[in-house]
């Protein structure tokens, strides 16, 4: 009895797992002669009936339009290359170096000065500092 039931589940179990080989005829493939056209469907009028405006062209001039840009000839880059050497040198005399190192100490103010290759740019560094705070 076990043995014919081992049989049994045996051959399910092979039944089952093997491939079955259907065949599957070749459809033919009709290849119309002229395409369908459908017509589309022509959207309706629009309810209301807009009327164009007029548009009244008297308040152009040119002077409005296409002004003389006089910005450029006020600016003179001779003029403000001295200035912005005079502010630079004005926050530099506020901070002395003694306030500096005790600012920001003496290690950060010699590592400053050999980053940035002097004594008055560590100071100007010690400036900028200050005027953000």
Same mark, same amino acid.
Request: charged fraction near 50%; glycine fraction near 0%.
């Given at each position: 009895m076990k043995s014919l039931s081992l049989l049994m589940i045996l051959t399910l179990v092979f039944s089952g797992c093997?491939?079955?080989h259907t065949v599957v005829p070749p459809q033919a493939t009709v290849t119309p002669i002229a395409p369908v056209l459908t017509p589309k469907a022509v959207p309706r009028p629009p309810y209301k009936k807009h009327k164009?405006?007029?548009v009244q062209n008297t308040n152009y001039t040119d002077a409005y339009m296409y002004?003389?840009?006089t910005s450029l000839a006020k600016k003179d880059p001779? +003029? $403000?290359a001295p200035i912005a050497t005079q502010t630079a040198t004005t926050v530099t005399n506020t901070v002395s170096k003694e306030e500096c190192i005790s600012m920001i100490g003496e290690d950060k103010f010699n590592r400053y000065t050999q980053m940035l290759g002097s004594e008055a740019s560590? +100071? $100007?560094?010690c400036a900028m500092l200050k005027a953000m705070k």
């Open positions: 093997s491939r079955r164009m405006k007029t002004p003389e840009d001779v +003029i $403000k560590s +100071i $100007k560094r």
